[in-house]
């Protein structure tokens, strides 16, 4: 039993609660896992092998008991340094908030532990999570474990390339602009972006976020399975009053027509031969299993790309060139300039402007959603980016930026989206799709994942070489 560390969360909470398995003797594995492989990709920065055990073996006293341990019960997981875990600090990537540490739980990670879960550490993310790449001056950088040359994606790097390894069954994320669904499609992973409203948020060791980031930054799940992302979206969805903007909407809705808008291209944007076989090749999955699926032109994405940075830069108002400044990541720093380039001078009139803006954009696209519950498009127009790419030249940044239009896109209005790892290719390089829904629609985003995933090749841990 000494690799239960390769076991999805769903095989290990059955195990687990018909005590075939006990939650410490999976959390010795994972621990030891951790052990064997994050010194050569850097992906937890703080482990927590104490705090497991204690609560591993609280799992196993609830089974003794007869009691109801959790949905998942000795679960191994792990947490992103953005976002508040007792008794440890929320860096944020940042040698600035060593110090912060965290009084309480936010309500993703009481979840978490509510539901029976085992955190056995804290994952790593870019300075400020303002990256498709992680790499500080806090924490050092994150490897791919399937190829050290490819990022790990961002701002969830850390989650990311822990669960690709086996550091965990699911990795908590948090995703702005893509920072759950790329790290997925750069690890060979699934990963869910829930609809604004679903997972409740709330860091007490700070101040409250700026109304930019408080409309567009959810928490979600990272794992090798969709079953698992299924499994983590469902935990990690229980209301929290300390969270004003989560709705109490049923996780599962009435069912719709299985039909799927296929945008190879959304917005004009230039997709590379690998990303568009990916897609055809989801596609043709899904119909195989009863999906319409029909290529024809979604809603624009341009204009809420464009609206989206605005209100993202917003929230860096005021003293922001100090703070990066007395950060000092050089990474930041270029990422901020040049994000800024593309943003221009939010003053209020922007922002009131891109607010006013953003509910004609939703009812475009809720429109559009009923005609199509679904869309289908990339992730990334690219494959996995070199390694800090962003920051080789300002030419480099821009072909990032363009090749990452349907993340930045999407999130403007509060929209779920899945990325489904299809498959993994040369130079162990992974591949994948995303799948776009109307608000709160979930459920179609992760029965649609279901049937991609099914019909293809299964994923099994990575051993990082």
Not at 281 to 289: I, N, P, T, V
């Amino acid at each position: 039993m000494s690799e239960l560390w390769r076991m999805s969360a769903t095989e290990t909470a059955t195990l687990v609660k018909n005590k075939e398995v006990s939650a410490v003797e999976v959390t010795k594995a994972a621990l030891g896992r951790l052990e064997d492989v994050n010194p050569s990709i850097n992906a937890v920065i703080y482990e927590l092998p104490e705090e497991a055990m204690k609560a591993a073996e609280a799992v196993d006293k609830k089974i003794a008991a007869g009691e109801d341990a959790g949905p998942l019960a000795g679960v191994p997981v792990t947490t992103k340094l953005s976002v508040d875990q007792k008794g440890t600090a929320t860096t944020n990537g940042l040698q600035l908030q060593m110090e912060l540490i965290a009084t309480q739980d936010t309500p993703v990670i009481a979840n978490m532990r509510d539901a029976g879960a085992v955190i056995i550490g804290r994952t790593n993310t870019p300075a400020f999570s303002l990256r498709w790449f992680t790499r500080n001056l806090a924490h050092g950088a994150t490897i791919n474990p399937h190829n050290s040359k490819i990022t790990p994606g961002g701002s969830s790097g850390g989650a990311s390339s822990a669960t690709a390894a086996g550091i965990g069954a699911i990795g908590h994320g948090t995703d702005i602009a893509g920072s759950i669904r790329y790290p997925a499609y750069a690890c060979g992973l699934h990963g869910l972006r829930p609809t604004l409203g679903r997972i409740p948020s709330a860091n007490s060791s700070g101040a409250d976020r700026n109304i930019g980031a408080q409309l567009m930054a959810v928490s979600g799940p990272i794992a090798r399975t969709v079953a698992d992302v299924k499994l983590g979206f469902e935990v990690m969805a229980k209301g929290s009053s300390r969270d004003p903007w989560w709705v109490p909407v049923p996780l599962e809705m009435p069912a719709q027509e299985k039909k799927i808008a296929l945008a190879i291209n959304p917005s004009g944007m230039k997709v590379d031969r690998h990303v568009e076989a990916a897609l055809r090749d989801a596609a043709s999955r899904l119909e195989a299993a009863g999906w319409s699926v029909e290529e024809v032109a979604i809603p624009d994405m341009r204009e809420a790309c464009r609206l989206q940075i605005v209100l993202w830069m917003a929230e860096f108002r005021g003293n922001a060139e100090a703070i990066f400044a007395a950060e000092g990541d050089p990474d930041a720093i270029a990422v901020y300039q040049n994000i800024s380039r593309h943003a221009g001078e939010p003053d209020l009139d922007a922002v009131l402007d891109a607010l006013q803006k953003r509910v004609t954009l939703m009812r475009e696209w809720k429109l559009f959603f009923d005609q199509y519950p679904l869309v289908l498009c990339p992730v990334s127009g690219e494959q996995p980016f070199p390694d800090h790419l962003d920051v080789e030249s300002l030419e480099a940044f821009d072909r990032v930026f363009e090749a990452q239009l349907p993340q930045i896109a999407t999130p403007f209005m509060g929209l779920p989206g899945l990325a489904v790892t299809t498959g993994i290719g040369e130079n162990n390089i992974p591949i994948g799709v995303q799948l776009l829904a109307s608000h709160f629609r979930e459920d179609m985003l992760l029965a649609a994942g279901e049937d991609i995933e099914s019909a293809g090749p299964s994923f099994p841990v990575v051993t990082p070489k």
